[in-house]
């Protein structure tokens, strides 16, 4: 019933969309230009846009199809990979929904975060998992201020996360939890630590039914 997606960008209720802040291609095209420029990619990390379609759109001239299928292996999980070039795409499109840099190396990941935001200060950077680092003209948090307006009466909100673009939704909500495998930075800002997904949910229906 209710979807928050690209970590804010867009707030959907119903099969309503509520909220939808996306990021101009142009000012992702010249982000992507200055971090080549800096030599980040695509020897560090490549970046991609996912469209709506479900397929990501790599820079595929500039990588070559040898990163390419490296890309297709490491990342099978992925699994709809478009035609399409990323240069291609932000020429024939005004906006997307944000931008992913795939690190090579999660030692590099810290780097990249530090050095995107450094090199485009203009855009909303997040560290999203151990090997990406992500932008967004949005946050969890404030999609979810979106959502809880348009809630009629109370609503009493749980949320799990496990990376550091959690943290926002983590520092405004009461009942936070954090996976228990996320690094102690993140860990910190949840309210609780907890082993998995299942056990919240089962202890908050558990809380319904006594209720």
Known sequence: DVLITDNGAEVWMENRCLHREWLPAAQVARALEALHSDGLWPSVC??????????HRFARRCMGEAAMVRIMETQAHLRHFSDEDLE?????????????LYVWKDRDTSQVLTKARRQTPDLLWHQTSHDYVEACASDKARALHVLLGSLTGDAAVSYVGDGPNDIPVFDVLAD?????????????????????????IERKLEYVEKA
């Open 46 to 55: 490549v970046p991609f846009v996912t469209m709506p379609d479900g397929a």
């Open 88 to 100: 291609d795409l932000l020429e024939r499109v005004p906006d997307v929904p944000g931008v992913s």
């Open 176 to 200: 936070t939890w954090c996976m228990d495998t996320a690094p102690a930075s993140v860990r910190s800002h949840a309210a609780n630590v907890t082993p998995g997904v299942s056990q919240v």
